[in-house]
């Protein structure tokens, strides 16, 4: 039984990555986020091209690299949340769904204050990134447990900013 739970989460999780719910996981028609839309097209696209033409292979390396800065940005939070002391809860508090809630809309603005800040302060997310909405749900979960403050000092010390990250941002 536990063994069909984790094949279903498991399948789950590449089917939402193949349907492209990352960004905005309520978003079915995957036009909300750029970069949703964006990887949307390229997909689509390529789908309509000759498999392996030089037009196939571009768009296949810029979904790949697309994708894997998303898989690059999920482990950064998994090995903060492993840090923490959540090594079997990992996956499921990363786990975004469209049937994913808020607890609460104070829970809301303090999620979304704490991922700013993140953004901000760490490189936890690449450069230029617009913030992945999943990212809010997590945080709320975060609250709930009490254990937002540490994350983000967690955050803050693994993936710090440069000196001259930070004074461009102070600069813009």
Known sequence: SNNNNIQTYSTSIIHDDERNLWSSPHDLSHTEAVDDRMLHTWIQTRRQLEKDSE????????IYTLRQARREVRTRWRKILEDLGFQKEAESLL???KQSTISSP???KKAMEML???ADETT???AGWDLPER???IMDRLICLDAVEDFFNIAYKKYPKT?????SIINK
């Open 55 to 62: 037009e196939w292979q571009k768009l296949n390396y810029e």
């Open 95 to 97: 786990s975004v769904t």
């Open 106 to 108: 104070k829970n809301m």
């Open 116 to 118: 700013l800040r993140l």
């Open 124 to 126: 936890i997310f690449p």
């Open 135 to 137: 990212y809010l749900y």
């Open 163 to 167: 000196h001259m990250e930070t004074s």
